[in-house]
């Protein structure tokens, strides 16, 4: 499973853990519900520690491998990049004859 779900999935329960638990406190249920939100960044803070470090290398490989793509394309397209099959082409005769 990408750690990206994981963690997701891992913020959603613990919110409806702690809104759970707020459940039978008397007070209004927006202000439980905005309790849950707090509670549960400052819970998934600590105890998420672990899928959000791995979510965060997910999300950094692909963004290299995105910046790296694109300085291929733009290499590409200014001409500076000589892909392997271009290099091992020989020149055409015809065009030395003209």
């Known amino acids: ?8 999935l891992g913020r959603i329960g613990l919110f409806v853990a702690v809104a759970l638990a707020l459940w039978p406190v008397e007070m209004n249920i927006f202000l439980k519900l905005m ?26 490989g692909a963004a290299e491998k995105r910046r790296a793509e694109k300085e291929r394309l733009r290499s590409a ?10 290099a091992k082409k020989p020149a055409d005769k015809s065009d030395d004859a003209r």
């Open 77 to 86: 397209l200014a001409g500076e990049d000589q892909s392997p099959d271009a």
């Open 1 to 8: 499973m990408s750690p990206a779900v994981k963690y997701t």
């Open 35 to 60: 309790l849950a939100v707090a509670f549960s960044a400052a819970l998934a803070f600590f105890l998420l520690r672990g899928w959000r470090d791995e979510m965060a290398q997910q999300l950094a």
